[in-house]
């Protein structure tokens, strides 16, 4: 039985500002309607033999995982979530011990949740090469055909030849890092070198057993980690002291480097790890002047540029060879060439302890999602959304009290001892220390204006008392 393992943990602050760590680019609609994790999660749909996944995540990231899984008929098998992040031998190595609860021969396929592969037929095919090999007990990754001298990628040095149909498929002889270009231009030219993928394929124990070979405090630790597991409605919340004390270190260099039995397929599939704005404007459709236009974005003159605009209409005149991106708060203009730099500004944007590093305007909740709309010292507008059958925790303010104004929708309203049923233009006033509670009881969603005002307006002065989502 094959189980993917879907790494979901990142937090993509190259493609800021649309991607931050509360709302990272995995969970994002990037290169078509569908987000990059439910790619990765539907691009084995071709493939036999093939159980629900096991999704390694973020524990702040878990109701928007679990709701994207669920809109494409997903249903994991098991959603782990990382306390902390310790790259990604440790949290493969919880995806293994989880996996032989189900399966004892399990195979593992990993899968990083935020890739994007334009032929996943080309995937499945290099699966099935590598099937039997992993059944005979070897580690096995994808190496990704180089179509330039890439300078941001590691590489993988192919060996001698195992297999020549229906795929070719090498033994390893080694993992090098990131080159200069006069070196990436050698590897491209040789033949010899691929580029490092970040996908594995192995057996669950087999790679466990090397993992204890080479890393046992990593096997110790989350072996523990999962011993003092809780489960949480849907989701694996892991023991986070015992999963803390892993050392953080890939794969690659766990085990990958140092086992003799590593196999590589190469695989042409329109691979990219979107890393960068200029790897979306590599990979999307482009217009007669080789730009990529996502949204509402009108140009005069301009050329091989990416614009992408989410809240407004996004206009440029004359430019060339650059990266614009509009958000509700923040907008990116920067040089294709120096995509890469635009962590700067978002360590910039954190020293300064500034929202816009890490939240987006609109913030996904496991009931819905709300998003800021205006503030000042002491108010601040939401437009709420709440989900049919969904409810906000019953809670209060120590510093705010809040108006609602109901625009669509049917709203059933806890507000101290009173319950109130409000309608579309109808609203009502939550004093400052009041308990209260908002649902929609309606198969609509329901939709209102928040107020806040206070001296007060953080996310942190909420005091809940009941909580569906276990919060």
Same mark, same amino acid.
């Given at each position: 039985?094959? #189980?993917?393992?879907?790494?979901?943990?990142?937090?993509?602050?190259?493609?800021?500002?649309?991607?931050?760590?509360?709302?990272?680019?995995?969970? !994002?609609?990037?290169?078509?309607?569908?987000?990059?994790?439910?790619?990765?999660?539907?691009?084995?749909?071709?493939?036999?033999? *093939?159980?629900?996944? #096991?999704?390694?995540?973020?524990?702040?990231?878990?109701?928007?995982?679990?709701?994207?899984?669920?809109?494409?008929?997903?249903?994991?098998?098991?959603?782990?979530?990382?306390?902390?992040?310790?790259?990604?031998?440790?949290?493969?190595?919880?995806?293994?011990?989880?996996?032989?609860?189900?399966?004892?021969?399990?195979? !593992?396929?990993?899968?990083?949740? =935020?890739?994007?592969?334009?032929?996943?037929?080309?995937?499945?095919?290099?699966?099935?090469?590598?099937?039997?090999? *992993?059944?005979?007990?070897?580690?096995?990754?994808?190496?990704?055909?180089?179509?330039?001298?890439?300078?941001?990628?590691?590489?993988?040095?192919?060996?001698?030849?195992?297999?020549?149909?229906?795929?070719?498929?090498?033994?390893?002889?080694?993992?090098?890092?990131?080159?200069?270009?006069?070196?990436?231009?050698?590897?491209?030219?040789?033949?010899?070198?691929?580029?490092?993928?970040?996908?594995?394929?192995?057996?669950?124990?087999?790679?466990?057993?090397?993992?204890?070979?080479?890393?046992?405090?990593?096997?110790?630790?989350?072996?523990?980690?999962?011993?003092?597991?809780?489960?949480?409605?849907?989701?694996?919340?892991?023991?986070?002291?015992?999963?803390?004390?892993?050392?953080?270190?890939?794969? =690659?260099?766990?085990?990958?480097?140092? *086992?003799?039995?590593?196999?590589?397929?190469?695989?042409?599939?329109?691979?990219?790890?979107?890393?960068?704005?200029?790897?979306?404007?590599?990979?999307?459709?482009?217009?007669?002047?080789?730009?990529?236009?996502?949204?509402?974005? !009108?140009?005069?003159?301009?050329?091989?540029?990416?614009?992408?605009?989410?809240?407004?209409?996004?206009?440029?005149?004359?430019?060339?060879?650059?990266?614009?991106?509009?958000?509700?708060?923040?907008?990116?203009?920067?040089?294709?060439?120096?995509?890469?730099?635009?962590?700067?500004? *978002?360590?910039?944007?954190?020293?300064?302890?500034?929202?816009?590093?890490?939240?987006?305007?609109?913030?996904?909740?496991?009931?819905?999602?709300?998003?800021?709309?205006?503030?000042?010292?002491?108010?601040?507008?939401?437009?709420?959304?709440?989900?049919?059958?969904?409810? !906000?925790?019953?809670?209060?303010?120590?510093?705010?009290?809040?108006?609602?104004?109901?625009?669509?929708?049917?709203?059933?309203?806890?507000?101290?001892?009173?319950?109130?049923?409000?309608?579309?233009?109808?609203?009502?006033?939550?004093?400052?220390?009041? %308990?209260?509670?908002?649902?929609?009881?309606?198969?609509?969603?329901?939709?209102?204006?928040?107020?806040?005002?206070?001296?007060?307006?953080?996310?942190?002065?909420?005091? %809940?008392?009941? =909580?569906?989502?276990?919060?």
């Amino acid at each position: 039985m094959i #189980i993917p393992v879907l790494l979901s943990g990142g937090s993509g602050t190259r493609l800021w500002p649309l991607s931050r760590s509360v709302h990272p680019k995995q969970l !994002l609609p990037l290169t078509d309607q569908k987000t990059m994790l439910q790619q990765t999660a539907l691009r084995l749909s071709g493939l036999d033999g *093939v159980a629900a996944p #096991i999704v390694v995540c973020n524990e702040e990231h878990r109701f928007m995982v679990a709701e994207q899984l669920r809109q494409i008929d997903q249903q994991p098998s098991a959603i782990l979530l990382e306390p902390v992040g310790r790259n990604t031998a440790p949290a493969v190595a919880l995806a293994a011990l989880q996996a032989l609860k189900v399966d004892t021969k399990a195979t !593992l396929l990993v899968l990083p949740a =935020d890739h994007s592969i334009a032929h996943p037929e080309a995937l499945c095919d290099a699966i099935k090469a590598l099937s039997d090999h *992993v059944e005979q007990g070897m580690l096995a990754t994808f190496g990704i055909v180089p179509t330039c001298p890439e300078t941001g990628y590691g590489y993988i040095q192919k060996g001698t030849s195992i297999q020549t149909s229906p795929l070719p498929v090498f033994t390893i002889n080694s993992f090098v890092e990131k080159p200069d270009l006069p070196t990436a231009q050698d590897y491209v030219d040789s033949g010899d070198y691929y580029w490092n993928s970040g996908m594995f394929m192995f057996q669950a124990a087999r790679y466990l057993e090397e993992l204890e070979r080479f890393e046992p405090e990593i096997v110790t630790c989350c072996h523990k980690a999962l011993r003092a597991a809780q489960k949480d409605l849907d989701f694996v919340r892991v023991g986070a002291e015992a999963f803390a004390d892993c050392t953080s270190i890939s794969i =690659d260099y766990a085990v990958m480097e140092k *086992v003799s039995d590593a196999i590589v397929v190469p695989l042409d599939a329109g691979w990219n790890d979107v890393g960068s704005w200029s790897s979306l404007w590599e990979i999307g459709d482009k217009d007669h002047h080789n730009n990529v236009i996502r949204g509402d974005v !009108l140009t005069h003159d301009v050329s091989n540029s990416y614009l992408h605009g989410t809240s407004r209409l996004l206009s440029a005149v004359g430019v060339d060879n650059l990266i614009i991106v509009e958000t509700s708060d923040a907008i990116l203009v920067a040089h294709r060439d120096r995509a890469q730099e635009i962590k700067q500004i *978002v360590q910039q944007l954190t020293s300064l302890g500034r929202a816009e590093a890490d939240t987006p305007q609109k913030v996904a909740r496991p009931w819905g999602w709300y998003e800021s709309i205006d503030h000042a010292d002491r108010f601040q507008v939401k437009h709420i959304t709440v989900k049919p059958g969904a409810s !906000l925790s019953l809670q209060m303010h120590h510093h705010r009290a809040e108006h609602w104004v109901i625009v669509k929708g049917t709203a059933k309203i806890t507000r101290g001892d009173e319950v109130l049923t409000l309608t579309e233009n109808q609203s009502t006033y939550i004093p400052l220390g009041t %308990r209260h509670r908002l649902e929609n009881p309606g198969k609509i969603p329901l939709e209102l204006i928040e107020i806040q005002s206070g001296s007060y307006l953080g996310e942190d002065d909420i005091v %809940r008392f009941e =909580d569906n989502y276990g919060r």
